[in-house]
């Protein structure tokens, strides 16, 4: 009935075609009272506020995903009816396009799409599914290629089919890959400094410098979550991760207070709070998650199970993430002054990946005249970069993932050793605890005869397998 309604209100000979196509005879009367409320239908489309340019689908490896191009952004509900299956979008004040009313053909999940006009001018889309699919659905900004989009992504019951590593096509090893998540973007510029420099943009260049630093360093990968001006949904942040399988989530901001004097980097991991009210969030939802954690489907799995290992992978995430952070903070330290010394923690959304450790950098205060010149630096951007390489890259050195070629690496002869240079408040415990090495091997190795160093001076350290 709703696609009928779909065609006939593009037609012509609006009597014939209800005549036709009910069956049914009308009166004079009859007919002009159809006539008034298809008037009325039709006043309500071009008064529509959202205009549905296109609608795109494609399926890749059991996901099928749905873009909605709209003209302007659209409050939207959606739902799910068994026997048969279909998906059922509801768009407020919205319309169909001319162009977008030739609709896709069958693909992947969906058997056929069909629309129609409700009374109260929301736009009905349904999705004829060819068995039974789980979705979720995003709103996208604009970017450099599109404009404002809605997004359904649909997959199995049994969850997203994961991204093949490279050691599952019988590669000696993977890279380990790391997801780089530029704060804000689009319609969102984050903190603003008092020169209008915005926040979104310092963090996407230091995130895409990190990402090229990535890229260059030997067996590791950078994911960009977002390479350009737009919005990426908090959650769907920690998604493009997941369909990744990264093995850490980086998110770059900038900080700001009304204060124009703090200054400094911080670098912030998730709050046990935070991990217990995602714990029970996605415990609330397990029937219907979208998502594996560690691996393993929530869904179907005893309430006791299912928290037990939901557990399980948060509290090694949160171990990871305290690790990693540390090692960032350090080499932030070295580079300048830092806000806090010690890796924060809070309830921020975009660090609740329960299974992937995730970090999140303040680079400086955009609010501190100083800080704001230095972070519109490009120079000062690649500095920062680097040191969140040097961290980054310290904690996978000494804990790579088993099935990666730094593992591998690790089996074999002792690395080339790493040159350390001795900035002020450095001691040789310090640098040993830091690199996992004892006091006597760094001695050993540089033919020193006490436990003194001096500002300047260059340490070979020594990094043996299994380090």
């Given at each position: 009935?709703?696609?009928?309604?779909?065609?006939?209100?593009?037609?012509?000979?609006?009597?014939?075609?209800?005549?036709?196509?009910?069956?049914?005879?009308?009166?004079?009367?009859?007919r002009?009272?159809?006539?008034?409320?298809?008037?009325?239908?039709?006043?309500?489309?071009?008064?529509?506020?959202?205009?549905?340019?296109?609608?795109?689908?494609w399926?890749?490896?059991?996901?099928?995903?749905?873009?909605?191009?709209?003209?302007?952004?659209?409050?939207?509900?959606?739902?799910?009816?068994?026997?048969p299956?279909?998906?059922?979008?509801?768009?407020?004040?919205?319309?169909?396009?001319?162009?977008?009313?030739?609709?896709?053909?069958?693909?992947?999940?969906?058997?056929?799409?069909?629309?129609?006009?409700?009374?109260?001018?929301?736009?009905?889309?349904?999705?004829?599914?060819?068995?039974?699919?789980?979705?979720?659905?995003?709103?996208?900004?604009?970017?450099?290629?599109?404009?404002?989009?809605?997004?359904?992504?649909?997959?199995?019951?049994?969850?997203?089919?994961?991204?093949?590593?490279?050691?599952?096509?019988?590669?000696?090893?993977?890279?380990?890959?790391?997801?780089?998540?530029?704060?804000?973007?689009?319609?969102?510029?984050?903190?603003?400094?008092?020169?209008?420099?915005?926040?979104?943009?310092?963090?996407?260049?230091?995130?895409?410098?990190?990402?090229?630093?990535?890229?260059?360093?030997?067996?590791?990968?950078?994911?960009?979550?977002?390479?350009?001006?737009?919005?990426?949904?908090?959650?769907?942040?920690?998604?493009?991760?997941?369909?990744?399988?990264?093995?850490?989530?980086?998110?770059?901001?900038?900080?700001?207070?009304?204060?124009?004097?703090?200054?400094?980097?911080?670098?912030?991991?998730?709050?046990?709070?935070?991990?217990?009210?995602?714990?029970?969030?996605?415990?609330?939802?397990?029937?219907?998650?979208?998502?594996m954690?560690?691996?393993?489907?929530?869904?179907?799995?005893?309430?006791?199970?299912?928290?037990?290992?939901?557990?399980?992978?948060?509290?090694a995430?949160?171990?990871?993430?305290?690790?990693?952070?540390?090692?960032?903070?350090?080499?932030?330290?070295r580079?300048?002054?830092?806000?806090?010394?010690?890796?924060?923690?809070?309830?921020?959304?975009?660090l609740?990946?329960?299974?992937?450790?995730?970090?999140?950098?303040?680079?400086?205060?955009?609010?501190?005249?100083?800080?704001e010149?230095?972070?519109?630096?490009?120079?000062?951007?690649?500095?920062?970069?680097?040191?969140?390489?040097?961290?980054?890259?310290?904690?996978?050195?000494?804990?790579?993932?088993?099935?990666?070629?730094?593992?591998?690496?690790?089996?074999?002869?002792?690395?080339?050793?790493?040159?350390?240079?001795?900035?002020?408040?450095?001691?040789?415990?310090?640098?040993?605890?830091?690199?996992?090495?004892?006091?006597?091997?760094i001695?050993?190795?540089?033919?020193?005869?006490?436990?003194?160093?001096?500002?300047?001076?260059?340490?070979?350290?020594?990094?043996?397998?299994?380090?």
């Amino acid at each position: 009935m709703l696609a009928f309604f779909s065609r006939i209100v593009y037609s012509a000979d609006i009597i014939s075609t209800l005549r036709s196509g009910l069956g049914m005879t009308f009166s004079a009367t009859t007919r002009t009272s159809f006539c008034a409320t298809l008037l009325l239908l039709s006043s309500g489309i071009a008064q529509a506020s959202t205009t549905v340019e296109d609608i795109r689908v494609w399926s890749e490896d059991g996901r099928t995903r749905v873009v909605l191009d709209l003209d302007r952004p659209v409050d939207h509900s959606i739902f799910t009816l068994r026997g048969p299956d279909r998906l059922v979008l509801d768009l407020k004040d919205s319309r169909l396009s001319e162009s977008a009313a030739r609709l896709p053909q069958a693909i992947g999940a969906i058997a056929s799409i069909r629309t129609g006009l409700r009374a109260n001018g929301q736009l009905r889309i349904v999705l004829d599914l060819n068995a039974e699919m789980r979705s979720r659905s995003f709103t996208a900004a604009p970017n450099g290629q599109y404009g404002n989009r809605l997004v359904i992504d649909l997959h199995p019951q049994g969850g997203l089919q994961p991204v093949k590593r490279a050691s599952e096509e019988n590669v000696p090893g993977r890279d380990v890959v790391i997801a780089v998540d530029a704060g804000h973007g689009g319609h969102d510029p984050g903190a603003i400094g008092q020169g209008r420099t915005r926040e979104k943009d310092v963090a996407l260049a230091v995130a895409k410098q990190l990402a090229r630093r990535i890229d260059a360093e030997p067996g590791m990968k950078a994911v960009l979550v977002r390479s350009g001006d737009y919005y990426v949904d908090h959650r769907e942040r920690m998604e493009i991760a997941h369909r990744h399988r990264a093995d850490l989530f980086v998110s770059v901001h900038a900080d700001a207070v009304r204060d124009r004097r703090p200054k400094g980097t911080s670098v912030y991991v998730l709050s046990l709070k935070g991990a217990s009210d995602e714990a029970a969030k996605r415990l609330a939802e397990r029937e219907n998650a979208s998502d594996m954690v560690g691996g393993v489907s929530l869904a179907g799995k005893d309430p006791v199970l299912a928290s037990v290992l939901l557990d399980l992978s948060q509290n090694a995430a949160l171990s990871a993430s305290l690790d990693v952070g540390d090692e960032v903070s350090g080499e932030l330290a070295r580079l300048g002054p830092v806000h806090r010394r010690t890796v924060q923690q809070a309830g921020l959304l975009v660090l609740k990946s329960p299974d992937i450790p995730s970090i999140l950098v303040e680079t400086g205060f955009i609010s501190n005249p100083t800080e704001e010149k230095n972070l519109k630096s490009s120079s000062h951007q690649d500095r920062l970069a680097t040191a969140i390489l040097a961290g980054v890259r310290s904690y996978f050195h000494t804990n790579p993932p088993q099935d990666t070629q730094m593992a591998l690496n690790a089996k074999r002869e002792p690395a080339a050793p790493i040159q350390h240079v001795i900035t002020r408040g450095d001691t040789l415990s310090q640098i040993a605890q830091r690199y996992n090495v004892s006091a006597a091997e760094i001695k050993s190795a540089n033919k020193l005869s006490s436990d003194r160093v001096r500002v300047g001076q260059t340490l070979r350290i020594p990094v043996y397998a299994g380090t």
